[in-house]
T-cell receptor, first 115, second 111 residues
Framework: EAGVVQSPRYKIIEKKQPVAFWCNPI?????LYWYRQNLGQGPELLIR????????DSQLPKDRFSAERLKGVDSTLKIQPAELGDSAVYLC?????????????FGEGSRLTVL | RKEVEQDPGPFNVPEGATVAFNCTYS??????FFWYRQDCRKEPKLLMS???SGNEDGRFTAQLNRASQYISLLIRDSKLSDSATYLC????????????FGAGTRLFVKA
């Protein structure tokens, strides 16, 4: 069974530039998450989707971050404009269960460096 | 106070040793508990869920103490391949479920 697929794996951009990350969850997983992980820290939730609906985006910095999950499958996370402090690993995860049960399957992550 | 706290370590242990990690959580309404393993520059992977009665998976034992609000992970007969960061995760319903991760505990197992 294919796991969660993310791209790109690595991205280096200058501050104020836009960047987008893509995620394809495990087939049949209706719940999708975007997390951000800084060095030496645990993952922090940015947004959670149930199908195409964003049910928890309270931690998403909406002034510069946006996300979408059209058709309830793939998802895109965008940052515009990027700031130095956005350098982190952006992890996508999916879960077969509705609601945030904590049993998550993560993708390999997209490592962002903002110069 | 952080919602989920872990000793960052590192824990340096010899092969064959037994090592234990604790993770404390602040919200008594927390409902589900998990241990994840994260290798260097890799994604977190679910190691095991933590059940109220405690549970074991091979060399790994997880326990939950609701009264004191902590979970623990015990690794027996440590292997070199156990070297990783161990993240605890707590799921709670705050008008919608939310999973919060600790910062992780680093383990180094040496020959």
């Amino acid at each position: 069974e294919a796991g969660v697929v993310q791209s790109p794996r690595y991205k280096i951009i200058e501050k104020k530039q836009p960047v987008a990350f893509w995620c394809n969850p495990i087939s049949g997983h209706n719940t999708l998450y975007w997390y951000r992980q800084n060095l030496g820290q645990g993952p922090e939730l940015l947004i959670r989707y149930e199908n195409e609906e964003a049910v928890d985006d309270s931690q998403l910095p909406k002034d510069r971050f946006s996300a979408e999950r059209l058709k309830g499958v793939d998802s895109t996370l965008k940052i515009q404009p990027a700031e130095l402090g956005d350098s982190a690993v952006y992890l996508c995860a999916s879960s077969p269960r509705q609601g945030d049960t904590g049993e998550l399957f993560f993708g390999e992550g997209s490592r962002l460096t903002v110069l | 106070r952080k919602e989920v706290e872990q000793d960052p370590g590192p824990f340096n242990v010899p092969e064959g040793a037994t090592v234990a990690f604790n993770c404390t959580y602040s919200n008594s309404a927390s409902q589900s508990f998990f241990w994840y393993r994260q290798d260097c520059r890799k994604e977190p992977k679910l190691l095991m869920s933590v059940y109220s009665s405690g549970n074991e998976d091979g060399r790994f034992t997880a326990q939950l103490n609701r009264a004191s609000q902590y979970i623990s992970l015990l690794i027996r007969d440590s292997k070199l391949s156990d070297s990783a960061t161990y993240l605890c995760a707590v799921s709670l319903n705050t008008g919608g479920f939310k999973t919060i991760f600790g910062a992780g505990t680093r383990l180094f197992v040496k020959a």
